[in-house]
């Protein structure tokens, strides 16, 4: 048996074998009856997913839900049928591989390090020192990125396919090449070896208790775990600024938020949120709460919490979350503070929703009514959509209405969520796949990762609506998205506009927001933060992070417009904040919830915001 390194990993030098001492026996029959229980129980957890997949359970997802065997087929009978590119490729391959091995075989003589191939920045798969200090894993790991970059560069170099297509199995291609990745298996990932020595195995059987427990969760579909969801209780850790529900209807509840300041700004804020998730991602602890930080600053701040929709909400429309949701919430706020007017503001899809009804109000003669409108990581503009543009289309969307059908006529949030975390597949699959199943721990509680977990469902119709009119044929852009008697222009809209990007959205990419802040009639302020769709909108100034770039030119394209940019340190609410009170009208005294017609229906955040997907409103009838 090899004498014990420090690391336990039992990685001894050469001539370092001994007999093996009873210490070692135990130890590897411990090991040896914990791999039984594992395999024994696996056995067990496929059976039961078979039996799950025979029975038919209509809301699992076909074996090809996104059709792109077609798009495979043409891609690859296009590869092979280029012989240049195959021979350009292998032949990249083979020196890659022979400046591995050779590399491989100095280090292990001479001690000399050099690479073949080094990891794309920022992929954080390979942050384990193992990795590069063990010249075994090393070499592990660059065969693997070898493999990688000959099948990415076959598929991102071949000719006479159409870009859609291409783009579309070059996405799908990466996420099977992650997949196979070996950090991603017990017996090639040294993290998990170490773990599996040092703990007799039992990391596999946690593992796999582990993997039934989300299956069970899941009802035989995998529900993979983030976070530890009884870490956190919304109204208690999370969305805890004080206010009331002080409006209610069918698809929503408006909060009127209590003031922090003895005066208040005239004109009221209004949020909408996007309704595939809650809102509490404005509200997530006192240290990072936008909701917050915006009543310090002297606003008197609304925001609208989306109901978790069941079954019996599933026929409700663009136009119902239009007029029940925003138009609604106007008639509330007038009714509670006697103002008529508001500054608006739309995250995500909730600035879409803002935008087209921008462009409502102005054909309906009542552009008055917002006075300036905000979007963060919104878009109006859908041509440059980014990776989720790739899979909506005709056949997509049958797959995701014969879901809908299967679940009562409403999307559940595991749906959108597994679509989401597609699009960071490292980060927010397989990272946890590793930690859950094969180093066989609990997830820990992240506020953040909690909020994510906790999605909402999406009615039938609203839903397909989105996917076809928007994402699938930028109506609204094009200026022929019809809604409620209108033909909706944005060109007309002279409402003063400021538009939030981040630099590393992958749901709303900058350069599909920039296409959408041009097609404004009025004034625009295009802003760039760094990092991405959450961190890049919810970044208190008070945190120090990140950075944002400003330019008060809008020019013809987005690479123009950072030409001419200036960075920033840190957080750009002040920048936003500044905006807002220039267009807020003067001081008033500050107004408390219940002062004007409307009285505190309930505290804040409500009763929307705690309905689980899994679960049904349970709460007393809305009046």
Not at 13 to 35: C, V, Y
Not at 82 to 91: C, D, Y
Not at 453 to 473: E, G, I, S, V
């Amino acid at each position: 048996m090899a004498k014990q390194s420090k690391d336990g990993t039992g990685e001894g030098q050469s001539g370092d074998w001994t007999k093996p001492s009873e210490k070692d026996l135990e130890a590897l029959d411990q090991i040896s009856r914990n791999l039984m229980q594992a395999s024994l129980k696996s056995q067990k957890l496929m059976s039961e997913v078979m039996q799950k997949a025979l029975e038919g359970d209509p809301v699992f997802p076909n074996a090809d839900p996104f059709h792109s065997a077609p798009e495979f087929g043409e891609v690859w009978g296009k590869i092979v049928n280029q012989p240049e590119l195959m021979m350009r490729a292998q032949a990249d391959l083979l020196k890659g591989y022979i400046d591995l091995w050779s590399n491989t075989t100095r280090r292990v003589m001479a001690g000399e390090t050099a690479s073949a191939i080094e990891p794309e920045k920022g992929d954080k798969r390979w942050r384990g020192e193992d990795w590069t200090a063990n010249p075994v894993f090393d070499a592990i790991k660059q065969s693997y990125l070898l493999n990688q970059h000959f099948l990415m560069g076959l598929v991102n170099s071949v000719e006479g396919v159409d870009e859609k297509t291409k783009r579309k199995v070059e996405f799908l291609t990466r996420q099977m090449t992650d997949a196979l990745s070996p950090t991603n298996f017990a017996m090639t990932n040294p993290d998990v070896i170490r773990e599996t020595w040092q703990s007799k195995g039992e990391n596999l059987t946690r593992g796999l208790q582990n993997l039934m427990q989300d299956l069970e969760t899941g009802h035989g579909r995998l529900a993979l775990r983030q976070t530890d969801m009884e870490g956190f209780e919304v109204g208690k850790d999370l969305a805890t600024t004080p206010g009331k529900v002080i409006f209610e209807n069918e698809i929503m509840e408006l909060i009127q938020y209590a003031p922090a300041t003895d005066t208040v700004k005239q004109r009221p804020l209004l949020i909408a949120p996007p309704w595939i998730n809650k809102f509490y991602i404005m509200d997530l602890r006192e240290k990072n709460s936008m909701i917050r930080w915006l009543v310090k600053q002297g606003f008197t701040v609304f925001l609208i919490s989306w109901v978790n929709p069941g079954p019996e909400l599933k026929d409700k429309s663009f136009a119902d979350y239009m007029h029940e949701g925003l138009f609604a919430a106007l008639h509330a706020i007038e009714a509670a503070t006697g103002e008529t007017s508001v500054s608006a503001v739309g995250y995500c899809v909730g600035g879409t929703l803002l935008a087209s009804a921008l462009a409502w109000l102005e054909a309906e003669g009542q552009a008055d009514r917002i006075a300036s409108a905000t979007f963060f990581a919104a878009q109006t503009d859908f041509k440059l959509a980014g990776d989720l543009l790739l899979f909506i289309d005709e056949h997509w969307l049958r797959e995701i209405e014969r879901i809908m059908d299967a679940q009562g006529g409403v999307l559940d949030g595991r749906s959108m969520a597994d679509t989401f975390n597609l699009l960071r597949s490292n980060d927010l699959i397989w990272s946890f796949v590793v930690n859950n199943y094969l180093l066989g721990r609990q997830p820990q509680a992240f506020d953040l990762l909690f909020w994510n977990a906790d999605q909402t469902r999406m009615p039938k119709a609203l839903h397909l609506w989105y996917l076809d009119n928007l994402y699938r044929n930028n109506r609204l852009a094009k200026s022929e998205l019809e809604l409620d008697g209108h033909v909706l222009d944005l060109k007309k809209v002279k409402t003063p506009v400021y538009m939030q990007a981040s630099r590393e959205d992958h749901i709303a990419p900058y350069p599909s927001v920039y296409r959408g802040a041009r097609l404004f009639g009025g004034p625009v302020r295009f802003l760039m933060a760094g990092s991405g769709h959450i961190a890049g909108v919810i970044n208190h100034p008070d945190a120090g992070k990140y950075q944002h770039w400003t330019n008060d030119d809008l020019p013809g394209t987005v690479e123009d417009w950072l030409k001419g940019a200036a960075e920033h340190p840190g957080s750009w609410w002040l920048d936003w904040r500044d905006w807002l009170y220039e267009r807020a009208g003067g001081d008033v005294p500050a107004r408390q919830p219940g002062d004007g017609q409307l009285k505190p229906l309930r505290d804040a955040p409500g009763r929307n915001v705690l309905v689980r997907s899994d679960q049904r409103q349970t709460a007393e009838p809305v009046a």
